[in-house]
């Protein structure tokens, strides 16, 4: 589904040149659940937009669902996006203007699907994440659990292939945070690869993999398996920190 | 499944419906949009309307007078020639119109007139009790053709009252007023002028607002040339005439022409530039188009400004929303919208502001326009006084403002859309906005 050969990328500051990412080799297979981890600094979300093809890289290769994605123009891009990933933020990013409804509807309307089948299937996928009652509302009505499961059934909509999803408990309490981690395992239980790019280790326990970056580099790469060795490491973490 | 391409853009009724509603959801920021666009093609429209009215109410006034038409007086002789001294008295003679009429093929037109009893020493027409001060004029039928009168009641003065110096008159709505009660019918009645009776055999107005020689059209009596001549003792003298030029032949020229001759007959030096006393329509008629089309053009260029101002506007106001909404294009893009959608929408956003704008302002404007006719209308009454007339705009004019609007509208929307798609997504994004 995705594969990453020697990805850099730096960010140009006016004189100064920020190496964030340097030689990323990453392979992630259909129907994962995948969770990217690191300080902040560590280039996580860098690497999960370049995934999202929502930035560019400077070198190496990055094959998404077969295609090469390198130097795309904004239209095909735009389509890609459209067809095969759905995201969701940390910050939500629902338009404010638009109620519930309309929000979870904006991709088809991308696609041009009508207004009133739209709406319908919006209100199909509000039922999945339990907000049909919610539908009308505007996103400031909303609690932040609330908003994340409309963006959650947004990113859903177009049926995509894999769901990118930058810190996606950010702002989220605990136990809201554990709900929106159900809805994710279950998107993923109906067979779409799911990546996540979190600080939290509980949160990351909770996926099959976790990708730990460090300055610009795959630190180590932690199966299912291994979880239990991580808590162990997570644990130690905490009484070092 | 497909993205959708290009399609039709008028037809895409979700597109529209898209904009509508976020353009309702935004009620402010579209006012505020909406509002530059508005006032600059509601002062255009206001402004040129009024330029017009000016315009037609002075060339109401003069439209139907005959634009190649010249008058002759005489004033003291300016120069001693031939034995004269300066300063002498002459007067024009039947002899050079006859002399004129024969000869100058350039001539369409000639119209001798000769000035009757003067109404500014008392009253001058006498009907039993009633008694009035008018202007009278003797003059050819030809008259007729220079300055156009139209008869209410009766007749025009024409060619057999001139050969047999019949005594009749054409007089003035204003003259039936002071000489008849209300119900009487004027035709074929007699007036007293200056001792000597004269039959009423029209009620004529004046088409035009312009008159030679002073006073009131509306208080003016017309008789035979002939007539009065011989009546009132005025031996073969001319007072005054008026010549149109013939068709093709520019009156500057013919005036000139007949000056030189009228000297020569009445042996006044060539270069005498006072005993010929004349003027020239076409040239007071170049004057008055010029100011129109100076007028008409000063309106459209401060219209045009104004209206630039408000595109300017709207595209300021459209690039401060386009950063306001970074985010929402972000995620927009994010979820898929290409480019071109987005640029799509935000032109059309602009287009269908500055339209709409555009057409409230130009449905206001032409509306106070027939709101101030109407009250012109209502007080100018019989309004000959009235300089101002028909404010009004042609369609040209309002199609061409639209047209101008909806170019504007891609020029506003456009600069800010290409600005908006240049960010790139993850940019947008990161804005920190909503």
Redesign the interface.
């Known amino acids: 589904m995705i594969r990453l050969n020697n990805v850099h990328k730096s960010y140009v500051m006016g004189s100064n040149s920020l190496h964030v990412l340097k030689g990323i080799d990453l392979e992630i297979k259909a129907g994962e659940f995948v969770s990217i981890m690191g300080s902040s600094g560590s280039g996580k979300s860098t690497l999960l937009?370049i995934l999202?093809i929502?930035?560019n890289y400077d070198e190496g290769s990055y094959y998404l669902d077969g295609q090469l994605v390198k130097d795309m123009s904004?239209?095909k891009a735009?389509?890609l996006?459209?067809?095969l990933v759905?995201?969701v933020?940390q910050s939500f990013?629902?338009?404010?203007?638009?109620n519930a409804m309309?929000n979870v509807a904006?991709?088809l309307?991308?696609?041009?699907v009508?207004?009133k089948k739209r709406n319908k299937i919006a209100l199909e996928y509000l039922d999945k994440v339990g907000l049909l009652d919610w539908a009308t509302h505007l996103p400031n009505e909303m609690s932040g659990g609330q908003k994340q499961r409309v963006a959650i059934a947004?990113?859903l909509i177009?049926?995509p292939k894999i769901i990118f999803a930058d810190e996606p408990t950010g702002a989220l309490d605990t136990s809201t945070s554990y709900e929106v981690m159900e809805i994710l395992k279950e998107i993923n239980n109906n067979g779409i690869t799911v990546i996540l790019v979190t600080h939290e280790h509980d949160i990351a326990a909770m996926t099959q993999k976790i990708v730990r970056l460090k300055d610009g580099r795959i630190d180590e790469i932690i199966k299912n398996g291994d979880l239990k060795d991580f808590q162990h490491q997570y644990a130690k973490e905490l009484e070092t920190a | 499944?497909?993205?959708?391409g290009g399609?039709s853009i008028m037809f895409d009724l979700?597109l529209w419906?898209?904009i509508l509603?976020?353009l309702k959801?935004?009620r402010m920021r579209s006012f505020m949009t909406a509002f530059g666009v508005f006032w600059g093609i509601f002062m255009l429209i206001i402004m040129s309307g009024a330029g017009r009215a000016l315009e037609n109410g002075v060339m109401d006034g003069i439209s139907a007078f005959a634009s190649n038409s010249a008058f002759f007086w005489t004033e003291r002789t300016g120069k001693p020639y031939k034995g004269f001294q300066r300063g002498r008295r002459w007067s024009y003679k039947n002899t050079d119109i006859e002399y004129i009429k024969a000869n100058i093929s350039d001539v369409e037109y000639l119209s001798p007139r000769l000035f009757g009893p003067r109404s500014n020493s008392g009253d001058n027409t006498i009907r039993g009790k009633k008694t009035g001060a008018f202007s009278i004029y003797g003059d050819y039928p030809e008259f007729f053709k220079i300055d156009p009168w139209t008869p209410l009641q009766g007749r025009l003065i024409n060619e057999i009252d001139m050969r047999q110096s019949r005594k009749v008159v054409n007089i003035g709505e204003r003259v039936v007023e002071v000489m008849f009660e209300k119900e009487e019918d004027p035709i074929g009645q007699y007036l007293k002028i200056n001792g000597v009776y004269f039959q009423v055999v029209g009620v004529v107005k004046g088409e035009t607002r312009v008159n030679i020689g002073g006073g009131r059209k509306t208080e003016t009596i017309i008789m035979p040339f002939s007539t009065m001549q011989k009546t009132f003792n005025m031996g073969d003298d001319v007072h005054f005439f008026s010549v149109t030029s013939a068709p093709g032949v520019p009156v500057s020229k013919v005036e000139a022409r007949l000056k030189e001759l009228l000297k020569e007959r009445h042996s006044i030096a060539p270069d005498d530039q006072q005993a010929v006393g004349s003027f020239n329509i076409e040239v007071e008629w170049k004057k008055f188009t010029g100011l129109f089309t100076g007028i008409q053009l000063l309106t459209w260029i401060v219209g045009i400004g104004t209206l630039l101002a408000g595109v300017i506007g709207v595209s300021n106001i459209m690039l401060v929303i386009i950063k306001e909404r970074t985010?929402?294009i972000?995620?927009?893009?994010?979820?898929?919208?290409?480019?071109?959608?987005i640029i799509l929408h935000i032109v059309a956003e602009s287009v269908f502001l500055t339209v709409m704008a555009g057409y409230i302002g130009l449905a206001l404007g032409v509306g106070l326009l027939e709101l101030l006719n109407m009250l012109l209308e209502m007080n100018a009454g019989s309004g000959d006084d009235v300089f101002f007339r028909n404010p009004e705009i042609s369609f040209t004019m309002a199609i061409g403002a639209l047209s101008v609007l909806v170019f504007a509208g891609i020029f506003a929307g456009l600069i800010p859309a290409r600005r908006a798609?240049s960010i790139?997504?993850?940019d947008a994004?990161r804005d920190e906005g909503?």
């Open positions: 937009n999202g929502l930035d904004e239209k735009a389509r996006r459209n067809e759905g995201f933020f990013n629902l338009i404010s203007f638009k309309e904006l991709p309307y991308y696609q041009g009508k207004r947004r990113s177009s049926q | 499944m497909e993205g959708q399609g979700d419906k898209e509603s976020t959801k935004n985010q929402e972000g995620i927009q893009r994010a979820i898929g919208a290409t480019p071109g959608k798609v790139k997504p993850i994004l909503i």
